[in-house]
């Protein structure tokens, strides 16, 4: 029977699904058969699993970091915001519905079957499980009916080790204050606290370290130095770009919008680490820098929403300016389909069902209908002749004129994308081709720069290093002894 561990943060963003990640190779170099675990997880970060199933990109991260091929019952229950109040909701790895926040509570007794059913079978094929929380446990007026944290470990008797985020500020009392507001029955389930993204001299917190465990009666078991290099790991949600450093450099000008609704924009991380790039994540509010040679239209969870922020950005008139500098486009999975003629969601199926008219750079022209598309995807870019590895996730199709001059070609030989009569406009639904190096070599050449980084060879070894970070910081003994 396999142990697990619960790894749950003082709030949102405080580096758990990276501790976990980190945690999941130290202990998988160790020998051990690890499995991460998220129940609920609200992000339009996903990935594609083998099966054809999608679960956040955290958990896929995680399981890369297991070496292990992801799975839909890593992470059962996947929220994916469509709206400020609503959400397409997944469950291992298939789209059940939409809900508004206030609906989603009564669905959570019934999807709680689906977490523990995800959980045993996990527990079936590992020695350890490393399960990630969402949020946070003080957010005690979401304790009723909760799947994601202390509900799920009471359910399945699970130790917690609570994650604070010192670079933010106020660690002392995050932690503290969870353990002040939550249920006395939660609060035993606690086994330890780490602090996390530590910088300067650990001496100086360890006055720090011994108030909270004061406080709290929680043992410390970590103070977690601040690492750089996690940079170089895919986030796992948007509030990453909201603090992200504005692009400098000299490199070639790489720009993409922030959609208000941006999905999976990991596909941009390993442009942001070339040496020959300047990667500009454009935020709202601001315009598209007249020296940018390429614009990139991301994906969206709520395409025809986005299409309209996008307008509201005043961002349609930096894109045509730049078109008629005969600069170069990309749209990308919903950035694609706002590239063309017109967008029809007759079913309501991303939000109010009606047409609108799309960009018009290339002539084609979205339905927005029909099953999900989730699968990997293989072949080769007709513009640059360099294979890619990447996959599909995407809800609708996509036909016109400019189809006949496809971007890319699958190895069973269809076709995806189209291209504008000059080359200078294209898109397609793949996600994850600037993750090839190949594929990403062959854009930056294109571009007049030159591709420096092993992109996935680095993800590796970050995922080492991280993980020897943490076992120098942390006694995995300690954590282990803790799981049961």
Not at 77 to 96: A, E, F, M, T
Request: hydrophobic share 45%; net charge negative; proline share 6%.
């Amino acid at each position: 029977m396999a142990r697990a561990l619960m790894f749950q943060g003082t709030g949102s963003d405080v580096g758990k699904s990276l501790v976990v990640a980190g945690l999941c190779r130290a202990f998988t170099s160790r020998g051990l058969a690890v499995r991460p675990f998220k129940p609920q997880n609200m992000s339009n970060n996903a990935a594609v699993t083998p099966n054809g199933g999608e679960i956040g990109r955290a958990q896929a991260l995680q399981a890369r970091a297991c070496r292990v091929a992801p799975s839909v019952h890593m992470n059962p229950v996947l929220l994916k915001p469509q709206s400020d109040i609503g959400s397409q909701v997944v469950v291992q790895g298939r789209v059940v519905g939409n809900a508004k926040a206030r609906e989603y509570q009564s669905w959570k007794p019934k999807l709680m079957a689906a977490v523990l059913e995800s959980f045993a079978v996990l527990k079936g094929e590992a020695d350890l499980i490393l399960v990630e929380g969402a949020g946070s446990p003080a957010e005690v007026n979401l304790r009723a009916g909760d799947i994601a944290n202390m509900g799920f470990a009471r359910a399945v008797d699970i130790p917690v080790v609570l994650i604070g985020d010192i670079d933010r500020g106020g660690v002392i009392a995050q932690i503290v204050g969870t353990k002040a507001v939550i249920d006395p029955a939660d609060a035993a389930l606690i086994g330890g606290f780490l602090v996390n993204k530590f910088r300067g001299d650990a001496a100086l917190f360890e006055e720090g370290m011994r108030i909270i465990a004061r406080h709290t009666h929680w043992p410390g078991l970590g103070l977690i130095p601040f690492f750089p290099a996690a940079a170089r790991l895919p986030p796992e949600d948007a509030v990453a770009l909201e603090r992200a450093p504005a692009a400098t450099g000299e490199g070639v000008a790489i720009a993409v919008p922030i959609l208000s609704r941006i999905a999976n924009f990991d596909d941009f991380d390993p442009l942001k680490l070339e040496p020959q790039v300047r990667l500009v994540m454009v935020p709202p509010g601001k315009p598209i820098p007249a020296e940018a040679e390429l614009i990139i239209l991301p994906g969206s969870k709520a395409t025809i929403a986005d299409l309209a922020f996008l307008r509201q950005q005043g961002w349609d008139i930096d894109i045509a300016a730049h078109r008629r500098r005969g600069g170069r486009v990309l749209g990308i999975c919903g950035g694609y389909q706002m590239l063309g003629r017109s967008l029809t969601d007759l079913e309501g199926t991303e939000g109010p069902a009606g047409e609108v008219a799309g960009l018009g750079l290339i002539d084609v022209s979205t339905i927005l209908s029909g099953e999900k598309i989730l699968t990997a995807a293989d072949g080769v870019c007709l513009d640059n002749g360099a294979p890619f590895h990447g996959y599909e996730m995407h809800i609708g199709r996509t036909s016109g004129p400019d189809c006949a001059r496809p971007l890319l070609r699958f190895v069973d030989g269809r076709a995806d994308g189209a291209i504008s009569p000059d080359g200078r406009v294209m898109g397609a639904y793949v996600h994850g081709l600037f993750a090839d190096d190949a594929q990403r070599a062959a854009w930056l050449a294109s571009l007049g720069a030159r591709s420096e980084l092993a992109y996935e060879s680095q993800v590796e070894q970050t995922l080492d290093e991280f993980a020897a970070h943490l076992a120098a910081h942390i006694d995995l003994d300690a954590l282990l002894r803790l799981a049961r």
